[in-house]
């Protein structure tokens, strides 16, 4: 009987993408709690699985356990290639301004975009922390960058506010 069950076990162990996949349902859902237990599961079945980091960084987030947060978007940046470099520094650099650390969030920000020049986002969040630290011209210049690589929400903005920037750029 022993042997049998043995034998059953691996079979029907749950795989780390199976894991990954129920967490990312949960996520869906909104039930952040259960999601983040499947993404650990995830994880210690695959101790290198960068997109379940990513994602269980996403759900401490929500969940607003920040130091979490930041300990899962680093291990992303450890483990992960270029694209998911530029996201787990965007994601850190999201967390770290939610917390107040506008400087920290900046660096990262930047890190982003030194794998992903064109990510949007990166350069209108980085102008945002710029804004809260008083760098007004380094704001600006973030937004104007966001705008040239595809924010029309900055961009529209920028021609409402400050049409000026547009014309001299």
């Not at 780390?16 to 967490?23: E, I, L, P, V, W």
């Not at 290198?48 to 130091?67: F, N, P, V």
């Not at 998911?84 to 969030?105: C, I």
């Amino acid at each position: 009987l022993l042997s049998m069950f043995i034998s059953w076990a691996p079979l029907h162990a749950e795989s780390a993408k199976q894991s990954f996949d129920k967490g990312y349902r949960s996520h869906l859902k909104g039930n952040h709690s259960t999601a983040a237990k499947h993404y650990t599961k995830a994880i210690k079945r695959k101790p290198s699985y960068a997109q379940a980091y990513l994602m269980r960084g996403a759900t401490y987030h929500s969940l607003k356990q920040y130091e979490l947060a930041l300990k899962d978007y680093t291990r992303v940046i450890e483990l992960g290639d270029a694209y998911f470099k530029a996201v787990g520094h965007f994601n850190r650099g999201v967390v770290q301004y939610d917390v107040g650390r506008y400087k920290a969030s900046i660096i990262d920000f930047t890190w982003a975009l030194s794998f992903d020049h064109k990510m949007a986002m990166s350069y209108l969040h980085r102008g945002i922390a710029k804004g809260r630290i008083g760098d007004r011209k380094g704001q600006v210049t973030d937004f104007l960058y966001a705008a040239r690589t595809g924010d029309f929400e900055v961009r529209k903005w920028l021609e409402q506010h400050a049409p000026h920037v547009l014309e001299r750029r």
